[in-house]
């Protein structure tokens, strides 16, 4: 069975300092990869995702994730973090011939001024 | 195109009522799952719809339902209500690879 990891459940960083926020998942076959923001008080927005092809992807905001097979990871990045990115972050997995989403914990990016 | 909406966004219950949530989904989109999200369990899989079948579902009790109609606008419905049944109700829709997710109902149950 697959499931995802997120190894912080809170990460500190100042303002304007690059951070990492890291997630790891367990699959025997081919997976979709996913992260997704939560704002105080709202849904979730996808921040990107890894489908097939370039294992660095680009999403909104700045932040790009890199997968690694041979970890069977997908850490989440950003080079200069602001204040406006405080909020949860979810990575997600689904099976690309099922589409139910599993998820990890979440991780709470905290952003200190 | 309009996002994922959910009614209502805000509600409160007793112990032992039931409710009805609403969800439509972006222009196009045939499948809509329910999430519940709590502090305790984080998000957990209810169900999924796609042209008005329930495609999969996950490990909640037969209190947890919903249904979809044909023009792809769900709701789920949960009956006598717990306290713990306390959370953010999540749909989203999926288009191609990718799931969109509605702004959440918040249900209070007292």
């Known amino acids: 069975a697959q499931s995802v990891t997120q190894l912080d459940s809170q990460v500190p960083v100042f303002e304007e300092a690059p951070v990492e926020l890291r997630c790891n998942y367990s699959?025997?076959?081919?997976?979709?990869l996913f992260w997704y923001v939560q704002y105080p008080n709202q849904g979730l927005q996808l921040l990107l995702k890894?489908?097939?092809?370039s294992t660095l992807v680009k999403g909104i905001n700045g932040f790009e994730a890199e997968f690694n097979k041979s970890q069977t990871s997908f850490h989440l990045r950003k080079p200069s973090v602001h204040i406006s990115d405080t909020a949860e972050y979810f990575c997600?997995?689904?099976?690309?011939?099922?589409?139910?989403?599993?998820w990890g914990a979440g991780t709470k990016l905290i952003i200190k001024p | 195109k309009a996002g994922v909406t959910q009614t209502p966004r805000y509600l409160i219950k007793t112990r032992g009522q039931q409710v009805t949530l609403s969800c439509s989904p972006i222009?196009?989109?045939?499948?809509v799952s329910w999430y519940q999200q709590t502090p305790g369990q984080g998000l957990q899989f209810l169900f999924e719809?796609?042209?008005?079948?329930?495609?999969n579902k996950g490990n909640f009790p037969g209190r947890f339902s919903g249904r979809q109609f044909s023009n792809s606008r769900s709701e789920m419905n949960v009956s006598t209500l717990e306290l713990g049944d306390s959370a953010l109700y999540l749909c989203?829709?999926?288009?191609?690879?990718?799931?969109?997710f509605g702004p959440g109902t918040r249900l209070t149950v007292l």
């Open positions: 989203a829709s999926r288009g191609a690879d990718t799931q969109y």
């Open positions: 222009s196009g989109h045939r499948s």
């Open positions: 719809y796609f042209s008005e079948t329930q495609r």
């Open positions: 699959s025997s076959v081919s997976v979709y």
């Open positions: 890894y489908l097939s092809g």
């Open positions: 997600a997995v689904t099976l690309d011939s099922n589409y139910q989403l599993i």
